[in-house]
C-alpha cells in the first residue's frame, strides 16, 4: 500500500540578500501558514467548422504562490517580506529566489525560481500579527538537488 506524503515534507526556502553582493542565503520559511501554488495555466482554445466541440491545449503557465504567515521576530525572512511591504519596493528590489525542496524523493529533489513579492495585505487576525501576498513568476524553472548541513534550517541548490 502506499503511504500518504506529510505537507511538512516539502519544504520552502527564500532566498535572503546577503550583503550588496547579489548573494542570497536560503532560509526555511517558517512561521508560514499558506503555502499554495497555482500552476495558473494559459489556454488557446478554438473551434473548428467542421466539429462540434471546442478544443482547448494549454500553452504555457504563469505560476504564482499565495502566502501567510505569523510574524516572528528575529527572522531573516521574514523581515525581508516586511521591508519588501514597508517600504514599498517594486521592480527588481522586490524579486527573491525560493527553492522548494521535496524531503521524501532519494535526490532531495529542488526546482529553483525567481519570484516578484506581492504585498497584499498586513495586521489580519487578533492572537498574532499576520502578513500574506503571493509571490508571482519572474523567471525560468531550474531543476536540481538540495542539499543541507544544518538540519534543513538553511540550504543549497546545486542545478541538474
Known amino acids: 500500500m502506499s503511504a500518504v506524503v506529510k505537507r ?7 532566498g535572503v540578500p546577503e550583503g550588496s553582493s547579489g548573494e542570497y542565503v536560503f532560509y526555511r ?10 500552476k495558473n495555466p494559459r ?17 504555457g503557465y504563469n505560476p ?20 519588501i511591504f514597508n517600504e514599498e519596493k517594486v521592480g527588481a528590489e ?10 521524501e524523493s532519494e535526490e532531495k529533489t529542488a526546482i529553483k525560481r525567481e519570484f516578484s ?4 495585505s498586513e495586521g489580519s487576525g ?21 542539499e543541507s548541513s544544518d538540519d534543513w534550517q538553511t540550504c543549497t541548490f546545486v542545478e541538474a
Request: one cysteine or more; hydrophobic letters at 40%.
Open 8 to 14: 511538512c515534507k516539502k519544504l520552502a526556502f527564500y
Open 29 to 38: 520559511m517558517k512561521g508560514f501558514d499558506e503555502i499554495v501554488t497555482s
Open 43 to 59: 489556454e488557446y482554445s478554438r473551434q473548428y467548422v467542421d466539429e462540434e466541440f471546442e478544443q482547448t491545449d494549454v500553452v
Open 64 to 83: 504564482s504562490i499565495s502566502f501567510g504567515f505569523d510574524r516572528f521576530s528575529q527572522n531573516a525572512v521574514h523581515d525581508d517580506i516586511i521591508s
Open 94 to 103: 522586490a524579486v527573491r529566489p525560493i527553492i522548494m525542496v521535496d524531503l
Open 117 to 120: 513579492v506581492v504585498a497584499e
Open 126 to 146: 487578533v492572537d498574532l500579527y499576520k502578513y500574506s501576498g503571493s509571490f508571482r513568476v519572474k523567471g525560468e524553472k531550474v531543476v536540481g538537488k538540495a
